[in-house]
């Protein structure tokens, strides 16, 4: 079977599902391939009888109208349920809880009440972070930045908002560390492994390495922290509607296997597993958009664009994996935030943060569950550590790594003492066999000041019609990042 359509876009997770819908928006006649049978991706879903468990993402931010979800909802005019967190996350750490405020005075004192830090100092430092980031949401929303790949691109970096800014470059390749330095904060151990370990769920780096001007998004952006109800499902949902309503052919059980140009034309071969015989078609696109990770692409494409795209993924060679838990309880807990950042009092073998990252579904949110609570749980891992072992040994691993899990949430929560169970478990394993992602890579490139955010792979291939975006191209990960990629594509598809 063969059929053509003005755009293709690869993979129905947060970046698919924004260029799709963007694009039918505009009408475009776009389809969308997904391998798997839902959407969603890594900010995916599934039941475990009525209840519903994210996979892996579960907060959202950057809802404003002048940043990138808050632009797609007013755009595509999207009705999502979400409920602000103030405290954005608690974190519980050496015996102590922190609450992490969005007020930015509110936090400044528990700051100056839990870590070390001369007179002022965590208020200058804050209040940095907090300026800089305003700064930076201003720029992306003014400038279509994008690496340095092109005139076109270079020449973007001359307009007047991006030139007030330049001062601010060194940002890139000077690391959070050293801005602790300047702030008098860098004698502090304690604020050192709450900041390494807030900044390994955001910028996927510590502060050795996370670039300030990266490092302060993610500092940041616990202040602006929204839990959507019915869970990452329900926004996910939103985008896949709204792409249908305008016209757009969302085919799941898709796996693209060649992506080969021909004249003006892409055509996309794939495989159909609907159904029992499993079949080969292709479909012919004047553009495609590539969602899935530039290692999964390469593997799909050939001569020049494998040439031009390996450059990147040999500078990107590796990146984090992750283990999570889904628990469940029948108990139904109430907290100043459904977020929760446990760090753990010793190492977790086969893990290689310090903490824990746990979402609870929130108390009135039926959607998710009409009785009891649901959670679920992500740490980091290294890939190669759960990689090439026997059953015994990844079962070992599993369940070292579940008691280790439960003790901690049981240790945070008390209340649960008795009630807690295990749900479900993912290692890079399961990731790669429901996302396909390269042994199971995922949270996108990390953020290093030996590889600045400029260098990643760019929105804009030097191939006409093939378009990249998602968490392991500009501008990186989370899913606020993947939605102004594939904001950025769209627009300069439109403008061609
Ligand atoms: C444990 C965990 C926690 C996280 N927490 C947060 C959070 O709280 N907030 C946040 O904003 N972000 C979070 N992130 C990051 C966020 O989930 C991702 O950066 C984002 O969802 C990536 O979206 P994407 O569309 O780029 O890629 P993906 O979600 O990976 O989507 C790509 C899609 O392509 C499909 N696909 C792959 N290969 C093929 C093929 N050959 N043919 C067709 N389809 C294919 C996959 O099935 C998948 O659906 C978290 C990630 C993880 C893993």
């Known amino acids: 079977m063969s059929s053509s359509t003005d755009l293709l876009v690869i993979g129905a997770g947060f970046a698919g599902l924004t260029a799709a819908a963007l694009a039918a928006r505009r009408g475009m006649s776009t389809v969308v391939v997904e391998a798997h049978e839902t959407f969603g991706g ?60 969005a007020d930015i005075d509110r936090w400044i004192d528990e700051c100056e009440q839990h870590f070390e830090g001369g007179k002022g100092a965590h208020r200058r430092f804050w209040t940095r972070v907090h300026d800089v980031e305003r700064e930076i949401w201003e720029l992306l929303a003014s400038t279509p930045l994008s690496p340095l790949t092109s005139i076109r691109s270079a020449a973007a970096l001359l307009h007047p908002s991006v030139l007030k800014h330049v001062g601010k470059a060194t940002g890139l390749v000077r690391p959070v560390r050293s801005m602790l330095r300047r702030y008098g904060l860098d004698a502090g151990e304690r ?15 510590t502060t050795y390495r996370t670039p ?28 896949y509607r709204s792409a249908q309503r305008d016209g757009a052919d969302v085919l799941f059980r898709r796996r ?91 190492d977790l073998p086969f893990v290689a943060s310090k903490s824990i990252f746990v979402t609870i579904s929130q108390d009135t949110d039926v959607q998710r569950t009409s009785s009891g609570t649901v959670m679920t749980v992500s740490a980091h891992v290294h890939a190669k550590d759960w990689e090439h ?90 899913t606020p990042a993947v939605m102004h990629g594939a904001h950025t594509v769209i627009r300069h598809i439109a403008a061609q």
């Open 42 to 101: 890594c900010a995916g879903f599934f039941r475990v009888g009525r209840r519903t468990f994210d996979v892996g993402a579960t907060t959202l931010s950057a809802v404003q109208s002048h940043q990138p979800f808050g632009r797609v909802i007013e755009e595509l005019g999207l009705s999502v349920d979400l409920v602000r967190q103030d405290v954005g996350v608690s974190i519980r750490m050496d015996g102590a809880t922190i609450h992490r405020y």
């Open 191 to 205: 604020f050192r492994r709450f900041l390494d370990e807030q900044l390994l769920i955001s910028t996927q780096n």
């Open 212 to 239: 300030w001007l990266t490092g302060v998004m993610g500092l940041a952006y616990p202040a602006d922290t929204w839990y959507p109800r019915g869970g990452m499902m329900r926004p996910a949902l939103e985008l």
């Open 256 to 346: 693209v296997t060649a992506l080969r140009r021909d004249g003006m034309l892409w055509h996309v071969d794939m495989v159909n597993t609907v159904g029992e015989n499993q079949h080969h078609e292709t479909i012919v696109a004047q553009n495609v958009v590539s969602t899935i990770p530039i290692w999964n692409l390469e593997g799909i494409v050939h001569d020049g664009v494998r040439r031009w795209l390996s450059t990147y993924t040999q500078r990107f060679s590796t990146s984090w994996a992750a283990i999570t838990a889904y628990l469940e309880t029948d108990t139904v807990i109430q907290l100043p935030s459904q977020y929760l950042q446990i760090h753990l009092n010793s």
């Open 389 to 478: 072992l026997s059953e015994d040994e990844y079962n070992r691993r599993r369940v070292v790594v579940e008691e280790g899990i439960l003790r901690a949430v049981r240790e945070a929560l008390p209340e649960l003492q008795h009630s807690l169970r295990i749900a479900g478990f993912g290692s890079p394993a399961t990731w790669q066999k429901y996302t396909g992602r390269h042994r199971g890579y995922v949270g996108g490139l990390p953020h290093d000041i030996r590889r600045p955010l400029l260098m990643f792979p760019p929105n804009v291939t030097p191939f006409s019609g093939l378009y990249l975006a998602g968490d392991t191209v500009f501008p990186g990960q989370g």
